[in-house]
């Protein structure tokens, strides 16, 4: 069974920091695009960060750009996003994905990813 599981969300104040880890099981998705979603109380899923199988493409939404990076350990078939001068409005539950299909690329749609992970709150207080 497939599985991803986030960890490493929290409760921080504006200005600090977070690592989110995603881990995978079940197979392996080193050949796999990955990212970040995030989804606050009220509002639809949103896109936060992709990473291309090779690592060398990744796509950022704009509110996150320069903030939050995302990076893989294919030898540990984990996916991270380090998360700096965090906001308010940073605040919400983020999700893991993964693409299905071998050799693909970074994505922004949430339709192109095929598994999720349960999610980790992240709050931000101000």
């Known amino acids: 069974q497939v599985q991803l599981v986030e960890s490493g969300g929290g409760l921080v104040q504006a200005g600090g920091s977070l690592r989110l880890s995603c881990a995978a099981s079940?197979?392996?998705?080193?050949?796999?695009?990955m990212g970040w979603f995030r989804q606050a109380p009220g509002k639809e899923r949103e896109f936060v960060a992709a990473?291309?199988?090779?690592?060398?493409?990744?796509y950022y939404a704009d509110a996150v750009k320069d903030r939050f990076t995302i990076s893989r350990d294919n030898a540990k078939n984990t996916v991270y996003l380090q998360m700096n001068s965090l906001k308010p409005e940073d605040t919400a539950v983020y999700y893991c994905a993964a693409r299905r299909t071998y050799y693909t690329n970074a994505a922004r749609l949430r339709n192109e990813y095929d598994y999720w992970g349960q999610g980790t709150q992240v709050t931000v207080s101000s």
């Open positions: 079940g197979r392996s998705f080193v050949n796999n695009g």
């Open positions: 990473i291309s199988w090779r690592g060398g493409t990744t």
